[in-house]
């Protein structure tokens, strides 16, 4: 990273390429590390949020910012390729959280987690066993508290995290309202089981197009945009409704004293709705996340859940897959193969 980002500029141009790293020093490994080869990179909206301009007067937005002259991390899954560590032997495959955009890294051994060989592919494991199809359950288990027969509506939902949250809310038996921003990702937004379908980007008035797919209205709102679709989601809500706020990607990258405020909250206290975010946690072996991946197996095997992809071949794709997020110009969540 070269620079930090300027506000509304999404730039590929704030990163800079380095060929110079040598090749792998396997000799040069000290106690208890591995040398990891990276087979795909995790590319997240949240990242974006790290590389904003630092704002010390806006007290409740994160602080923390990536160093500049370093490579970002993010989550990432690759094969050790030697170890000095007893826990780990050259072939497996691991994951971290503070995985580095490089071709090769050095981790100490408990900053990596191994992961079983029992998926098709690696890069299953930051996808749909990783960290979206995870923050999809999370939300719509601590946040949504979904009931046979009830109404969902779900923004982003044909990305890393809507499009599990659409197939959940069917095996849950709910009718789900899936919004998305180009006419193939509405297609696959249907193709995967959604009842209703809203093209945010040619749908005119918001609330219009939600009454019009959801008359009976909507008991849970899965909220991956924030913004001026969350304001009109909150007119269409049903009395006790529930908002789980995943995450506002409309807002990262705006300016924020140019955001409009939320307008409707009146309708949350008129419908007495509940509205509650959460935040993806590392995998630890927590309760919740073996139901995650107990059903996620069941539904994978059954055919019953699809994942769609978007991978970019070379570490130089990322910046401008990171960019992508921000345009919809992702289809399906975005994965760097270094
Ligand atoms: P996606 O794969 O859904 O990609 C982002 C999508 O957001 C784009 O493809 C685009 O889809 C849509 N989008 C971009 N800009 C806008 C905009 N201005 N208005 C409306 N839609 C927009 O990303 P993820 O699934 O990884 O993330 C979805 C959301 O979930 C994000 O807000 C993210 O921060 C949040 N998140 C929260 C987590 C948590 O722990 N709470 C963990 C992971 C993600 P389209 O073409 O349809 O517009």
């Known amino acids: 990273l070269q620079s930090y980002a300027p506000k509304d500029v999404h730039s590929p141009s704030l990163f800079s390429v380095d060929d110079s790293q040598a090749a792998p020093d396997v000799a040069a490994l000290q106690q208890n590390q591995v ?22 007067s806006n007290k ?3 602080q923390f910012r990536y160093p500049l002259g370093k490579p970002i991390v993010g989550i ?10 007893s826990q780990f032997s050259a072939g497996d495959w691991v994951r971290s959280e503070q995985f580095p955009w490089q071709t090769y890294a ?4 408990q900053d990596v987690v191994k992961l079983p060989k029992t998926t098709a592919s690696i890069v299953d494991h930051i996808g749909v066993f990783g960290m979206p199809a995870f923050t999809a359950f999370l939300g719509i288990t601590l946040a949504g508290q979904p009931k046979a027969g009830e109404t969902m509506l779900v923004s982003a939902a044909a990305g890393a995290v809507g499009q599990v949250v659409v197939q959940l809310g069917k095996a849950r038996g709910l009718r789900v309202i899936g919004v998305a921003g180009s006419d193939d990702k ?37 909220d991956n945009v924030g913004g001026e679709f969350l304001d009109a989601a909150l007119l269409t809500l049903n009395v006790h409704a529930r908002v789980a706020l995943c995450g506002s990607i409309s807002t990262y990258a705006s300016d924020k004293s140019k955001i409009a405020g939320i307008k409707n909250l009146d309708a949350i206290i008129v419908k007495q709705v509940t509205l509650r975010s959460f935040h993806y946690q590392p995998h630890l072996g927590t309760p919740i996340e073996t139901d995650f991946l107990e059903e996620m197996a069941q539904l994978v095997a059954a ?29 399906g969540k975005l994965i760097v193969r270094p």
């Open 35 to 56: 040398l990891v080869k990276a087979e795909a990179l995790s590319i997240d909206p949240h990242q974006r949020r790290f590389i904003d301009i630092p704002d010390s």
């Open 60 to 62: 409740a937005a994160y």
């Open 76 to 85: 990432g899954a690759g094969i050790v390729v030697a170890s000095t560590s």
């Open 106 to 109: 050095v981790f100490a051994d």
């Open 186 to 222: 509405i297609e696959y937004v249907k193709r995967l089981g959604a009842d209703g379908v809203i093209n945010y980007r040619t749908c005119g008035d918001f609330v219009h197009a939600i009454k019009q797919a959801a008359p009976e209205g909507i008991d849970i709102y899965f």
């Open 303 to 331: 055919n019953q859940m699809q994942f769609k992809l978007d991978q970019r071949e070379g570490l130089a794709s990322a910046p401008q897959a990171l960019a992508d997020l921000f345009s919809g110009r992702n289809f």
